[in-house]
């Protein structure tokens, strides 16, 4: 390398050899509370002792009772208190007065792998690792002995006759108690509980040690192993890592110790811990720990730019909407295979009757505690549980639903409405079958009508019935009337209406569990298709019905996946609906003839994929989209990548780069081939196929 180049030439080089003398010896004592000037080392040192597997030491120091700076009053006071008036070999203090104090030991860091220590000596660097890191602190047992002692002084100065009392234990009943199996819950607590580590560190002998000052020959001659005393060439080889391996191994990757977190009480939860979880993870947490809660609430607590859109299918797995607020499932607080707390009534039959007091809340606002135990027969205290959970006792009125009801949010969202309302009409019939009551049974006579009107299945494929009866006969007058005509009707235009193939109907947006929703979006019934010319395959006038609004949304989100199936487009813009506020103009039905004639606008194209015959695709699922042009000049990869697949629904990678090649030459790169497939399909068995046309 030139001179000029070398910006950062090397100084010197050691040579650095690792010392095993001490290796498992080796401890780093820290005294924290200590100024780095005033050392222990001119301290005399009393005794030390230390448990090897804990890793713990104590030292005794004796403390310099003639110093100016030594109150001699409070020193004998504090011995008093500790050994009282008496003298006997057990005694902390012998002198009568406090010269002496004990440092004990913590670990400052359970994993030493990368702590070391290091002498330099004539150009060479040896390195010990260290076997741990101690931190040396006053103890302050003597203060428990002391209270010890007071303890028992106020024993021995209570009246009464110890012989009595003696014979009254004597001829009291023993009662046996047999302590039922210790659940694995129950056993984790147990032994990160602080009286079992105590016991725990109990358990393991002190091992007497002696100790040697700095200036003792002992100490010199223990420093020496501090060098490496093998100094051969078989013992130190050249190091043949790279610098990038060398490196990681001197600062490997922030794995510190994993610290084993202490089971807290399960009403406790830290919401710092809680972002840490996956985002049904910590809905579910929620809502598991506060029972009832609003939309809006629920969105406050999680962190801020959470999506809304997630948020509401991670809410419906486990909660129940009861009049506009969320209250947790059953099935969530009762487990399979759990029992009841109280009664240890089976977890099947708890959810049974919290079902029922969360459906008939979903009726009135208040009910009756004696009603709902003679309904559901579960002892007391489970059925007052259910009612605290969702609840609050009002005088004379009985229970009271605990929040008031969201008009709001079901006005916001009256897809999730119809949805949760289709669920607790299940709810309902499985109910009745099981307690034997009919829902007239607990209708309110002067309840008021809801808001919402629900338009049943049967009712929307009757009134779609008459429909297409109503252009049946229709369609049968105008071709009756052009027969009868003849040549004499030559001159007059008859108007003529397709038969509808089900496109102009409005589009089913709603996900597979609300059947009832087919053929509406968002639980707007009858539909008007837009109108349309449908000679030769082509919209007459399709600007006229698709908004900006929609056309944007086309916009951006092929922008975003490049390919779609119109069954994909539709959840995605029924997605896109449930973020938008009550009353926005996009909030009207659509049909599937006018997202795709919006599609057609948007610069994308139709890709007429050929499926197999025996194809399981749905229909939506084989009208496969594209975006067709942008501005960029790899709009031409995308349009010979439509092409490919017009031949075969699945092609292979170097097809696709055979005919990029043929059309666009040798600046055909990697990268491009990497970027489009990327974009535009998904990989299955080693064939590529355009997005959502892969085949289960």
Avoid at 194 to 200: I, R, V
Avoid at 448 to 458: A, M, N, R, Y
């Amino acid at each position: 390398m030139a001179s000029g180049e070398d910006d950062d030439p090397v100084m010197e080089e050691i040579d650095v050899y690792l010392a095993k003398s001490l290796v498992e010896k080796l401890f780093l004592f820290q005294y924290p509370v200590r100024p780095s000037c005033m050392t222990y080392d001119d301290v005399n040192h009393l005794s030390a002792k230390i448990k090897p597997k804990q890793q713990k030491v104590e030292l005794e120091m004796a403390i310099n009772t003639m110093s100016p700076n030594y109150c001699r009053s409070k020193g004998e006071q504090i011995a008093l208190n500790v050994d009282g008036t008496t003298y006997d070999e057990t005694n902390t203090y012998s002198a009568k007065i406090m010269d002496k104090q004990t440092f004990s030991s913590i670990q400052a860091t359970t994993n030493t792998s990368r702590y070391a220590a290091a002498v330099f000596r004539k150009g060479e660097l040896h390195i010990t690792p260290l076997q741990g890191i101690l931190q040396m602190r006053p103890s302050f047992m003597y203060l428990d002995k002391a209270d010890g002692k007071q303890r028992e002084r106020e024993t021995a100065n209570e009246g009464g006759d110890s012989s009595q009392d003696e014979a009254e234990e004597e001829v009291k009943a023993i009662t046996v108690r047999f302590s039922r199996p210790e659940s694995e819950q129950a056993r984790q607590r147990r032994i990160h509980s602080y009286e079992f580590l105590q016991k725990k560190q109990a358990e393991e002998p002190w091992i007497p040690l002696h100790y040697h000052g700095i200036k003792d020959g002992r100490s010199e001659h223990e420093r020496q192993y501090l060098y490496c005393q093998a100094m051969g060439a078989t013992e130190n080889s050249e190091l043949v890592k790279t610098p990038k391996e060398y490196l990681a191994m001197l600062m490997p990757p922030q794995a510190e110790e994993k610290v084993v977190k202490p089971v807290g009480p399960s009403n406790v939860l830290s919401m710092a811990q809680l972002r840490t979880l996956p985002l049904g993870e910590q809905v579910k947490t929620l809502m598991k720990n506060v029972k009832v809660m609003p939309f809006a609430n629920l969105m406050g607590l999680l962190a801020s730019g959470t999506d809304s859109t997630a948020v509401m299918r991670c809410i419906q797995q486990v909660a129940l909407l009861v009049q506009g607020n969320w209250v947790v499932k059953s099935d969530v607080l009762y487990p399979k295979n759990s029992f009841s707390p109280h009664s240890g009534v089976p977890a099947e039959v708890l959810c049974r009757g919290r079902d029922f007091v969360m459906w008939r809340f979903t009726l009135e606002r208040s009910v009756m505690r004696k009603e709902i135990a003679a309904i559901v027969k579960l002892p007391p205290e489970d059925v007052k549980d259910f009612l605290e959970q969702m609840a609050v006792p009002r005088v004379n009125r009985g229970w009271e639903f605990l929040l008031p009801c969201d008009r709001d949010f079901m006005k916001k969202h009256p897809d999730v409405a119809h949805r949760q309302h289709m669920l607790w009409l299940g709810i309902q019939s499985k109910l009745e079958k099981v307690f034997n009551f009919s829902k007239e049974d607990f209708t309110p006579k002067n309840a008021p009508q809801p808001e919402l009107v629900h338009i049943s299945g049967e009712q929307r494929l009757k009134a779609a019935q008459e429909r297409a009866q109503e252009k049946q006969s229709s369609l049968q007058k105008d071709l009756k009337a052009k027969k009868q005509g003849g040549t004499e009707a030559a001159g007059v235009h008859v108007k003529q209406e397709p038969v509808s193939d089900g496109e102009d109907e409005p589009m089913d947006t709603a996900s597979p569990s609300s059947s009832a929703l087919n053929g509406s979006l968002n639980g707007f019934p009858g539909a008007v298709s837009p109108s349309s010319d449908h000679t030769n395959g082509t919209c007459g006038s399709p600007a006229a019905s698709s908004s900006p609004e929609l056309r944007d949304f086309v916009c951006k989100t092929f922008r975003k996946h490049f390919v779609l199936t119109l069954s994909e487009l539709k959840r995605l813009f029924n997605l896109h609906l449930a973020s938008l506020p009550s009353g926005h103009s996009l909030l009207h039905p659509v049909s599937d003839r006018l997202l795709q004639d919006t599609i057609l606008l948007s610069h994308c194209t139709q890709i007429l994929v050929p499926f197999p015959a025996q194809t399981t695709a749905a229909h939506d699922e084989q009208k496969v989209f594209g975006l067709w042009e942008t501005g960029e000049t790899f709009d031409k990869h995308r349009q010979l990548l439509y092409e490919v697949f017009t031949k075969n629904y699945r092609v292979r990678r170097n097809a696709v780069q055979v005919r990029l090649t043929q059309e666009l030459g040798d600046a055909v790169t990697k990268a491009d081939i990497d970027r489009l497939l990327k974009e535009c399909c998904a990989c299955h068995a080693g064939m590529w196929y355009l997005k959502g046309t892969i085949q289960s």
